[in-house]
C-alpha cells in the first residue's frame, strides 16, 4: 500500500505502541477493508440486477416474488440504496488511508519484538 497525498505526516509526538500490537491492527484493517470492499461490490452487483429482477418479480408473479424476497434470493427495491455505492466508496477511501497510515507507522517502528527487548 503506497501513502497517497491525504495522510498527513507522522505525529512523532504519538505515545508510544508494541509493534506486535500495531502488526495486529494492521491485520484487523485488513479485514475491516474486505468486508467493505465485499460490501461495495455486493451494492453495484444488486444495482445492476435490479431491473432484471422487476422483470423477473412480473414475469413470476406476486407469490413467488414475495417467496423469493422472503429467502433473500430476489432483492427489495426499497431496500436497495443507491447511495450505498457513494457511502462505501467514502469509507473504503477512509480505510486505505488509515492502512497507509498504519504500514507508515510499521516501517518507523524498530523491528525488534517484545521478547527481544527483555534479553
Do not use: K, S
Not at 434470493?73 to 462505501?88: A, K, Y
Amino acid at each position: 500500500m503506497t501513502t497517497t497525498a491525504h495522510v498527513r505526516p507522522l505525529d512523532i509526538d504519538a505515545e508510544p505502541v508494541e509493534r506486535e500490537a500495531v502488526e495486529e491492527y494492521a491485520r484487523r484493517l485488513a479485514l475491516h477493508r474486505a468486508r467493505i470492499a465485499d460490501d461495495l461490490a455486493g451494492a453495484r452487483l444488486r444495482l445492476a440486477w435490479r431491473g432484471f429482477e422487476r422483470g423477473a418479480r412480473r414475469a413470476l408473479g406476486a407469490n413467488d416474488a414475495c417467496t423469493l424476497r422472503t429467502i433473500g434470493v430476489l432483492g427489495d427495491d426499497d431496500t436497495d440504496d443507491p447511495h450505498l455505492i457513494g457511502r462505501r466508496t467514502e469509507q473504503l477511501a477512509a480505510v486505505d488511508r488509515l492502512i497507509a497510515y498504519t504500514a507508515a507507522q510499521l516501517d518507523r517502528h524498530p523491528t525488534q519484538t517484545r521478547a527481544e527487548r527483555r534479553a
